[in-house]
């Protein structure tokens, strides 16, 4: 079982930013292909970000954060990231990352991140 590390979020002012880590307590990082969620009240789980797995993995991420959020991944340190900036009050939400490789996905427990004066 893959057991994450999480640091990150809290409450925001709009306008600002924050970052997220997920640290995954497993060997072979790099050939997972690693993932962020968010959930907010009332709504799915939506897909922020993607990274391929490998050294050069491909980043993407979703239409409505684009320009705002970016994803990385360091894999000798084993940790995903995901870098917010210009927060906005609908960003608000639960912020989950997860791993997948082939029929197996490790899901972290999740952050929260508030976005409010």
């Known amino acids: 079982q893959v057991q994450f590390e999480e640091s990150g979020g809290g409450l925001v002012q709009p306008g600002g930013s924050t970052t997220l880590s997920c640290t995954a307590s497993?060997?072979?990082?790099?050939?997972?292909?690693v993932e962020w969620y968010r959930q907010s009240p009332g709504k799915e789980r939506e897909l922020v970000g993607t990274?391929?797995?490998?050294?050069?993995?491909?980043?993407s991420v979703a239409d409505s954060v684009k320009a705002r959020f970016t994803i990385s991944r360091d894999n000798p340190k084993r940790t995903m990231y995901l870098h917010m900036t210009n927060l906005i009050p609908e960003d608000t939400a639960v912020y989950y990352c997860?791993?997948?490789?082939?029929?197996?996905?490790?899901w972290g427990q999740g952050l929260q991140v508030t976005v409010s004066s």
């Open positions: 497993v060997g072979g990082f790099s050939i997972y292909t």
């Open positions: 997860k791993m997948v490789y082939g029929p197996y996905d490790y």
């Open positions: 990274i391929t797995h490998g050294h050069n993995g491909q980043a």
